[in-house]
């Protein structure tokens, strides 16, 4: 079998070379001498033209035989091309089918006809090969790239605490109950205990760890069942905890806004990161503070918006910032001057 050389990414700077491809058929397109394949990877798409008189009568009809989604994998020399998006194309001279897809299929990863929800959720495989959905994976990954970057330049060490666990790790959530050969167990609906442990021992950790809350939701979003990104730090009260935090958040999102600026173009998303004020806003809580509710732990962000910003871009209501907060968070963002809170602007610690 042929071995990948190089990704789809990777083409316009291998012109006049001969690399090994693969992937899946995205599209093909017959045109009786003049044939195209359009081939996927995780990186994206490559033209392959296949000319009758330029290639073996035999490869001509393997690639009429090809349909979309097909597993292939092709050798072949990078020319330069004016149509092709990239600017580049590849002359096959090998192609070999890995693996044939069924046909038709049950929904079109290239979106020119929309599946129903039911459709995708059945089919979650091929849902993934969508743009859209992928973009949404490759997000996801920097946000955790960033968060971990960060936590290990901070000195934090990274713990991975148990999911299973053999009662109640905090009061006030109802819990998933699971057999354990002979005895009950539980699925956790928080690492705390374990950071806790962990913290008094070596003062900085983070994890990233599924908890599970066994609480009946009617929207979408829900806690059944999260990833939670958290930190436990010793020799600290609220102050330097919330002040870490916000640092963590400002770092995230201009990391994502830096390393997934096509995915965010795919989804449609422009995220601005909002600049943090140089000082903390009130962050003990109480009646007092920005938000606080009868002493509700609520801690000023200290973001801002700068004259003439759209009040629905990244930090506001409908922008990415707020739209994930809502969506998983625990906190309530308002645009506020320079350097002053607004009310109502505030974040629950998970610390």
């Known amino acids: 079998m042929l071995r990948r050389t190089h990704y789809t990414v990777d083409l316009p700077s291998a012109v006049g070379s001969v690399v ?100 995708r959720l059945n089919w979650r495989h091929m849902d993934f090969r969508r743009a859209e959905s992928a973009a949404i994976f490759r997000i996801q990954t920097e946000i955790l790239r960033a968060f971990r970057e960060f936590c290990l330049g901070e000195g934090f060490i990274e713990i991975q605490p148990p999911v299973i666990i053999g009662s109640a790790s905090e009061g006030g959530a109802e819990l998933f109950e699971i057999p354990y050969f002979d005895k009950k167990a539980y699925l956790a609906q928080s690492p705390q205990l374990y950071k806790q442990l962990c913290a008094i021992s070596f003062e900085r950790v983070f994890t990233v760890v599924p908890v599970f809350r066994a609480e009946k939701f009617e929207q979408p979003t829900h806690l059944n069942e999260i ?18 935090l916000e640092r963590c958040f400002h770092h995230i999102l201009d990391h994502v806004r830096k390393n997934a600026a ?18 903390a806003n009130n962050l003990r809580g109480g009646p007092e503070a920005p938000g606080g509710e009868g002493g509700a732990p609520r801690v000023g962000l200290g973001l801002h918006q700068d004259p003439g910003e759209d ?32 009310a109502g602007q505030g974040l629950r610690p998970p610390i």
């Open 20 to 119: 090994v491809l693969a992937g899946w058929v995205h599209d093909v397109r017959l045109i009786g001498g003049l044939n195209f394949i359009i081939l996927r990877d995780k990186e994206g798409f490559a033209q392959i033209v296949v000319r009758r008189g330029s290639v073996p009568e035999k490869l001509m009809e393997l690639v009429r035989s090809l349909h979309q989604e097909d597993v292939i994998v092709v050798r072949g020399r990078v020319v330069p091309s004016r149509e092709a998006k990239q600017g580049v194309e590849l002359i096959p001279s090998e192609l070999e089918v890995i693996n044939r897809a069924a046909s038709p299929l049950p929904l079109d990863p290239r979106d020119v006809t929309p599946a129903s929800l039911e459709t």
């Open 227 to 244: 990833r939670q990104m958290d930190v436990e730090m010793a020799f600290a009260d609220d102050e330097d905890a919330m002040n870490m």
């Open 262 to 279: 096509r995915p965010l173009e795919i989804l449609g998303r422009d995220l601005r990161v909002p600049t943090a004020a140089p000082e």
């Open 311 to 342: 009040p629905h871009g990244g930090g506001g209501p409908g922008g990415l910032l707020h739209q994930g907060l809502a969506g998983g968070g625990q906190a309530l963002l308002r645009h506020a001057p320079r350097g002053r809170p607004a």
